[in-house]
């Protein structure tokens, strides 16, 4: 079984990157990606516990672009961990998010919600990845949030109060950067960004896959995108988008998987 979208605390994942191989192996997979937020930092933690496993595990990256202020997440697979374009490139990304972090937290305390986020800042270890997730946390735990889909639902949601637009790279400038490093990228959970009208776009400048596998979508969803892809000469990538075992996307780790024919497909794309 395949899962190409699994999340680690390297940036909003609930699991170690050692601890999560060991779950996807308990949990029926025999080939896996681990795709943090703007950050490759929990890959080598995580080679070597899926060589133990008896894992593949192919070296991934959720990155985030922007279009017209939106976020448009795009999946990069078979990269070059080590080059250096694309790890001054990630630098970058995690500036931003630290900005972003800080005028969040600036519009929370005029709401009356105020979060220090200076020490979860200072505890984020070099080279991992800090978002809306942690900041959602902490609200619940300060008694302005009931859980993390209520803390985004009221307040840290796109057009919410304390929501702030990311400012990076269009998606297309990300799809370069990534075929520099040798990788290829998916469009992610196509279903849930709702920009269907930029992939005809996408795909003249790269793209190679859609994700048309998600737990999010369903099997009409899942059609459409299949269907996309076809129209778009695009292979069809796929995973869980697993972050924990409780709360969003409940249990999902090993039950939302990619069919090894789409899996063949999307590999024969490398560069």
Do not use: K, W
Request: hydrophobic share 45%.
């Amino acid at each position: 079984m395949i899962d190409l979208h699994l999340h680690t605390t390297a940036s909003d994942g609930a699991l170690a990157p050692a601890a999560l191989v060991r779950a996807a192996r308990d949990a029926g997979l025999t080939t896996i990606s681990i795709t943090d937020h703007d950050t490759m930092a929990g890959l080598p933690e995580a080679a070597r516990a899926a060589v133990d496993a008896g894992l593949r595990l192919i070296d991934g990256i959720e990155i985030t672009g922007v279009e017209d202020g939106r976020d448009v997440h795009l999946l990069a697979y078979f990269v070059d961990a080590a080059d250096a374009a694309l790890g001054a490139f990630l630098e970058r990304q995690r500036a931003d998010r630290l900005r972003r972090i800080r005028e969040i937290a600036a519009r929370l305390a005029t709401l009356g919600c105020a979060i220090d986020v200076e020490p979860m800042i200072a505890s984020t270890a070099p080279g991992r990845s800090i978002g809306r997730p942690i900041l959602a946390d902490a609200l619940v735990a300060a008694g302005c949030a009931i859980d993390r889909n209520d803390a985004f639902d009221r307040l840290l949601g796109n057009g919410c109060p304390a929501y702030v637009p990311r400012v990076g790279p269009r998606p297309d400038a990300v799809i370069d950067i990534v075929g520099r490093a040798g990788g290829l990228v998916s469009l992610a959970h196509p279903g849930l960004t709702g920009m269907d009208a930029i992939i005809p776009r996408l795909a003249a400048a790269g793209l190679a896959a859609l994700e048309a596998r998600h737990s999010d979508h369903d099997a009409d969803t899942e059609a459409r995108y299949r269907q996309l892809a076809a129209t778009h000469r695009l292979a069809v990538s796929g995973g869980s988008d697993f972050h924990a075992a409780s709360g969003h996307r409940l249990a999902a780790l090993g039950r939302v998987t990619l069919p090894p024919d789409d899996f063949t497909a999307l590999e024969a794309r490398r560069p």
